[in-house]
């Protein structure tokens, strides 16, 4: 059972949750993380009774009255159907008798957390176990490609996922999912959208600091491409409101804005050229302390000299498998048709 569309309980531990978690689960553990250490190392030294009495003496009396009011409470606000833990053991049986005593039945998900993750690696192991017809959107930095993944109901918006606009510069203000919540909700969004076409935007493996999955990416670049094209001053516009803007306008300090992104443009000094990283970097600065400054001369500069480079070798490498190539609006009616079958 990979896809859950419905609320699901975790009941591990916080740390556990945080690490990886079923899409749709919330987390009411019957062990918190200190007192789930002490059963394991209970457990260890003296077997499975022992840490099954220690677990339960942890949760007694008022203590326990809470948890299983709050899981009942959740369960009926919204119709769960199924509790989980590691493996679908202990915790999850003990949950399941103590919901008993209150006449309340509940299910519990076979195999646990282990074996849903074990089922999302085997789906990305073999591309051969990917379905749907998969269209990918290309373009260079700046075209418009999220906003036209955006405006697809068949699409699936993995920088929307990762929580990062996907290069050097896409770090956005709330934290990235771990590794593995990132494999989860995007194997979520695909199994939601498998049968039929699935939109998605041209990304690297890599994105922030999560990647995506198994032969992911290699599924991407093995389907049919539409490429999305727009002058430079397009180009540049759309990134001025996207990157400088909008940020500035939902309340990011220029200060702090021009910093991350200076530590962004370090990291490409090498690739840049001494030259270029200065004369951005000088560029930048001028821009955000208003000292005469363009941002539209320092975004220029960074895409002639880094990201259409860049993808000027991606895009060679890929150029057979374009089914379409137009302007923004000329792409977004040919998906809408598309998106429409």
């Known amino acids: ?48 009774d022992s840490a099954i009495r ?32 590691k493996r679908g053991g202990l915790r999850s049986k003990t949950a399941k008798r103590w919901l008993k005593e209150k006449d309340l039945d509940i299910k519990i998900l076979e195999g646990g957390y282990k074996l849903y993750r074990k089922r999302i690696v085997h789906l990305h192991e073999d591309i051969n176990n990917y379905n749907g017809n998969w269209i990918i959107v290309a373009g260079y930095t700046g075209s418009g490609k999220t906003l036209l993944i955006k405006e697809l109901d068949s699409s699936i918006d993995i920088e929307s996922l990762a929580k990062h606009r996907g290069s050097t510069f896409g770090s956005l ?14 194997t979520q969004s695909y199994l939601e959208k498998c049968n039929g076409n699935i939109f998605l935007e041209a990304e690297s493996r ?43 306008q939902n309340g990011m300090q220029r200060d702090n804005l ?23 970097k000088d560029q930048m600065n001028k821009a955000f302390n208003v000292q005469g400054g363009s941002h539209e001369l320092w975004i220029k500069l960074l895409l002639k000299n880094y990201y259409d480079r860049l993808y000027k070798h991606k895009l060679d490498e890929i150029s057979n498998q374009i ?19």
Request: neutral net charge.
């Open 206 to 248: 890599n994105i922030g600091r999560v990647t995506l999955p198994g032969k992911f990416y290699d599924k991407m670049r093995s389907s049919k491409y539409i490429f999305v094209e727009a002058n430079i001053e397009t180009r540049v516009n759309n990134i001025v409101e996207e990157y400088v803007l909008m940020p500035l």
């Open 323 to 341: 089914i379409f190539s137009s302007d923004w609006s000329a792409c977004k009616d040919y998906l809408k048709d598309m998106d429409a079958t």
């Open 173 to 186: 203000r709330e934290s990235q999912p771990t590794q593995q919540n990132f494999e989860n909700i995007l």
């Open 54 to 85: 220690v677990g339960e003496s942890l949760v007694t009396g008022e203590k326990k009255e809470r948890l299983v009011d709050d899981w009942i409470r959740a369960i009926k606000k919204y119709n769960i159907e199924y509790i989980f833990c």
């Open 1 to 48: 059972m990979l896809l859950m569309n419905n609320r699901i309980i975790d009941v591990r531990s916080e740390l556990e949750f945080e690490k990886g978690t079923i899409p749709n689960s919330f987390n009411i553990p019957i062990l918190n993380d200190d007192e789930y250490k002490l059963v394991g190392t209970d457990y260890k030294k003296h077997g499975q």
């Open 258 to 280: 021009l910093i991350l992104y200076q530590a962004a443009l370090n990291k490409i000094n090498r690739r840049l050229g001494g030259n270029n990283y200065l004369t951005i």
